[in-house]
């Protein structure tokens, strides 16, 4: 699916992409962890590599300095997806460190995952994620 910013939104807000993650993929950081997970989702739903990459910690283990090749994979995983719905089961919201476990509806099968993600620097980012 590639981004337009009329679509609703991918994330399951019941909003308009424009009004909901848009802002997020075009600089704003999310106020937490739970903003951060579901703008991810929509990036990956989007295409939207570059802020994968760019909200990505460096302790995570797809977290690699060859920023072409990594953009390169994630595109290839997006294009081969359908992404068809994400729900959130559970958000532990903190300061430093929140957990969220969602469910993403793929057309490979769904994913089941509890992710932890860090503040750090002023931003939040993607630590790391159990399948569950």
Not at 15 to 21: A, L, P, S, T
Not at 42 to 48: S, V
Not at 57 to 79: G, L, Q, R, V
């Amino acid at each position: 699916m590639k981004s337009s910013i009329n679509i609703q939104c991918p994330c399951g807000s019941n909003q308009k992409y424009k009004k909901c993650c848009m802002p997020y993929h075009k600089g704003a950081a999310p106020k937490n962890a739970l903003l951060l997970m579901k703008s991810r989702y929509c990036a990956y739903a989007t295409q939207n590599s570059n802020y994968i990459i760019k909200t990505t910690h460096k302790n995570n283990d797809d977290f690699t300095e060859d920023k072409a090749k990594w953009n390169k994979s994630i595109k290839a995983f997006c294009t081969q997806t359908e992404f068809l719905g994400l729900e959130i089961i559970k958000a532990d919201l903190n300061d430093d460190i929140s957990y969220v476990t969602f469910k993403a509806k793929l057309s490979t099968g769904d994913i089941l995952e509890k992710s932890r993600f860090v503040f750090e620097d002023g931003v939040w980012l993607y630590e790391s994620g159990d399948m569950l």
